[in-house]
């Protein structure tokens, strides 16, 4: 039994730190960022190094190293994401009341040099490591980016569980996500992927497999199982933030990182600024309405009714 348990227990504990290593750098201050991108450029030299190394052995040794390298070279390209430093053109909201063929267009822009990233990581390890005896690493890595693929679409076409674990910075892709109890394409999600897992189990329990075929498919069969798992988050009402619990920053009770709550108007003044804000209140109120409209929206009104000036 050993010989089938190691590898989910192995798979189970790096999917598990690894995704809560880039939740905890990627909601740190933004300060951080450059160091935590320098060593994750270095981290992800080693990994490339060493899935090129074990690709030509299938020693037991060789099938676990590959298997890390492939899912640390997921992470760093992930927290890339995260980080902000590595999205796409488009930075803002989508558009209230945008029709689903341009939300898709627009939300595809918010990622799209990452998109592009990963691509050539997939071609690059497909490319280092063929022919070679050991493609544990690169199935590795495309489980990796077919499930986060099938998550994000799920995501566009919408789920009920939308988690906070965006940082700030990316606070704006949530206007992408819109709330529904299902979507049509999440039983596909899921189902495809079970049978996937099932096969490669079945294959993995066969007579004649050899030690590298269990290791390797029970190793690439448990990520794939776990990112099933991480699908059903997305409509299930499972406490799946408890899992990272250590790596996500404490939330006061109007949801905002950082645990202060936001004070509430004349909380915390001095006797002095009771007036002040009183005397700005009024200002305010009798200086002309001034200030830019939001893209889209009228600057004005003639006596009909018709907008004066429509912006862009």
């Given at each position: 039994?050993?010989?089938?348990?190691y590898p989910v227990l192995f798979a189970l504990g790096l999917w598990w730190f690894s995704t809560g290593l880039v939740l905890y750098?990627?909601?740190?201050?933004?300060?951080?960022?450059?160091?935590?991108?320098?060593?994750?450029?270095?981290?992800?030299?080693?990994?490339?190094?060493?899935?090129?190394?074990?690709?030509?052995?299938?020693?037991?040794?060789?099938?676990?190293?590959?298997?890390?390298?492939?899912?640390?070279?997921?992470?760093?390209?992930?927290?890339?994401?995260?980080?902000?430093?590595?999205?796409?053109?488009?930075?803002?909201?989508?558009?209230?009341?945008?029709?689903?063929?341009?939300?898709f267009g627009l939300a595809i822009l918010t990622s799209l040099y990452h998109e592009f990233a990963v691509l050539s990581a997939v071609?690059?390890?497909?490319?280092?490591?063929?022919?070679?005896?050991?493609?544990?690493?690169?199935?590795?890595?495309?489980?990796?980016?077919?499930?986060?693929?099938?998550?994000?679409?799920?995501?566009?076409?919408?789920?009920?569980?939308?988690?906070?674990?965006?940082?700030?910075?990316?606070?704006?892709?949530?206007?992408?996500?819109?709330?529904?109890?299902?979507?049509?394409?999440?039983?596909?999600?899921?189902?495809?992927?079970?049978?996937?897992?099932?096969l490669m189990v079945s294959r993995a329990l066969s007579p004649g497999a050899s030690e590298f075929e269990v290791v390797s498919l029970?190793?690439?069969?448990?990520?794939?199982?776990?990112?099933?798992?991480?699908?059903?988050?997305?409509?299930?009402?499972?406490?799946?933030?408890?899992?990272?619990?250590?790596?996500?920053?404490?939330?006061?009770?109007?949801?905002?990182?950082?645990?202060?709550?936001?004070?509430?108007?004349?909380?915390?003044?001095?006797?002095?600024?009771?007036?002040?804000?009183?005397?700005?209140?009024?200002?305010?109120?009798?200086?002309?309405?001034?200030?830019?409209?939001?893209?889209?929206?009228?600057?004005?009104?003639?006596?009909?009714?018709?907008?004066?000036?429509?912006?862009?």
């Amino acid at each position: 039994m050993l010989e089938y348990g190691y590898p989910v227990l192995f798979a189970l504990g790096l999917w598990w730190f690894s995704t809560g290593l880039v939740l905890y750098l990627d909601n740190l201050p933004g300060r951080t960022f450059g160091w935590t991108m320098l060593g994750g450029a270095a981290v992800l030299a080693f990994a490339v190094f060493a899935l090129v190394v074990s690709s030509t052995s299938t020693s037991l040794s060789a099938t676990y190293i590959a298997f890390t390298s492939g899912v640390i070279v997921w992470g760093v390209l992930e927290m890339s994401y995260f980080t902000g430093l590595l999205t796409g053109p488009r930075k803002a909201p989508c558009p209230p009341g945008c029709p689903a063929w341009k939300r898709f267009g627009l939300a595809i822009l918010t990622s799209l040099y990452h998109e592009f990233a990963v691509l050539s990581a997939v071609a690059f390890l497909v490319v280092i490591s063929w022919g070679e005896p050991n493609q544990v690493g690169t199935w590795t890595f495309v489980v990796l980016w077919l499930m986060r693929w099938s998550a994000k679409l799920n995501l566009f076409l919408g789920v009920p569980n939308l988690n906070d674990w965006l940082p700030e910075h990316l606070a704006y892709l949530k206007s992408y996500m819109p709330k529904r109890s299902m979507n049509l394409l999440f039983p596909i999600s899921v189902t495809v992927p079970t049978l996937v897992v099932v096969l490669m189990v079945s294959r993995a329990l066969s007579p004649g497999a050899s030690e590298f075929e269990v290791v390797s498919l029970i190793l690439v069969a448990s990520l794939l199982a776990l990112g099933i798992l991480e699908h059903w988050f997305l409509v299930l009402p499972l406490p799946d933030e408890a899992l990272w619990a250590w790596a996500l920053p404490s939330r006061d009770a109007d949801g905002k990182p950082g645990g202060e709550p936001s004070r509430q108007p004349g909380q915390g003044e001095t006797r002095s600024d009771g007036p002040k804000r009183a005397m700005a209140a009024t200002r305010k109120v009798l200086r002309p309405q001034t200030t830019s409209p939001s893209p889209g929206r009228c600057v004005g009104k003639a006596r009909s009714g018709a907008p004066i000036a429509e912006l862009p």
